[in-house]
């Protein structure tokens, strides 16, 4: 059992697994200083916290909507520069929403396409 101050912390291997994410990408985001917090051993060992799960998290949101590994950068760096720089964060936010909300309008339109010409093939049949 942990003492409640003690410190969880998982490997890259680890990470990797729970996450379903290479370690190729895991040491490339912490090279470009997305996880600024990573813990390192004497050796040069990786030691991921909770709280660096939880960023990772964002990080994958953030990404897989479209959102350019500078912009995730700066919202990082951003929230640890803490309450000035919350409004600049929250509208980065919003305008990833709106992007996010457009590409479903987009696919919506393409699905509506698809189910035209699949009307249209099926009453040729």
């Given at each position: 059992?942990?003492?409640?101050?003690?410190?969880?912390?998982?490997?890259?291997?680890?990470?990797?697994?729970?996450?379903?994410?290479?370690?190729?990408?895991?040491?490339?985001?912490?090279?470009?200083?997305?996880?600024?917090?990573?813990?390192?051993?004497?050796?040069?060992?990786?030691?991921?916290t909770r709280e660096d799960l939880q960023w990772l998290d964002m990080i994958k949101c953030l990404k897989n909507t479209?959102?350019?590994?500078?912009?995730?950068?700066?919202?990082?760096?951003?929230?640890?520069q803490g309450a000035k720089t919350l409004e600049q964060r929250i509208e980065l936010l919003k305008n990833q929403v709106k992007k996010i909300n457009l590409t479903i309008l987009e696919q919506q339109n393409y699905i509506e396409q698809i189910n035209k010409k699949i009307k249209i093939l099926t009453n040729e049949k």
């Open positions: 059992m942990t003492h409640p101050d003690e410190v969880v912390t998982f490997t890259i291997g680890q990470v990797a697994n729970l996450k379903k994410i290479s370690t190729y990408t895991l040491r490339y985001y912490d090279e470009k200083g997305l996880l600024p917090k990573v813990m390192r051993d004497q050796n040069g060992t990786r030691h991921f479209g959102m350019s590994l500078e912009q995730i950068k700066y919202f990082v760096d951003s929230t640890y």
